[in-house]
Nanobody
Framework: QLYLVESGGGLVQPGESLRLSCLASGESLDHYAIGWFRQAPGKEREGVSCITPTGSYANYIESVKGRFTNSRDNAKKTVFLQMNSLKPEDTAVYSC??????????????????????WGQGTQVIVSS
């Protein structure tokens, strides 16, 4: 079974950066797409980004394009979400999730929670002046 643990959240000012990490244990990450989701208080969970198992492709929701970068190091069983130019509206609990469907599937359905089978517990990101 795959276990995921996020880290790297915190309190930052607008315009600053954070790098979230998603560390896997229990299995190799080689065959899993990894998605990042966030949930702000009072809002529905939102799919932010997904990276394919090889790292060859990553997609992003429009609101984070050009600011967030999803990357992975399968040898270290870790996926990263580099978040630059953070805005107050990025404030949320960020979670990573793993899924084992095909790469073409995740290019379309990366934003759906039902596309993933294993979830971390999340890390809080607060962007405030």
């Amino acid at each position: 079974q795959l276990y995921l643990v996020e880290s790297g959240g915190g309190l930052v000012q607008p315009g600053e950066s954070l790098r979230l990490s998603c560390l896997a244990s229990g299995e190799s990450l080689d065959h899993y797409a990894i998605g990042w989701f966030r949930q702000a208080p009072g809002k529905e969970r939102e799919g932010v980004s997904c990276i394919t198992p090889t790292g060859s492709y990553a997609n992003y929701i429009e609101s984070v394009k050009g600011r967030f970068t999803n990357s992975r190091d399968n040898a270290k069983k870790t996926v990263f979400l580099q978040m630059n130019s953070l805005k107050p509206e990025d404030t949320a609990v960020y979670s990573c999730a793993a899924g084992a469907r095909s790469e073409p599937y995740y290019k379309i359905y990366y934003y759906l929670g039902s596309s993933y089978d294993s979830w971390g517990q999340g890390t809080q990101v607060i962007v405030s002046s």
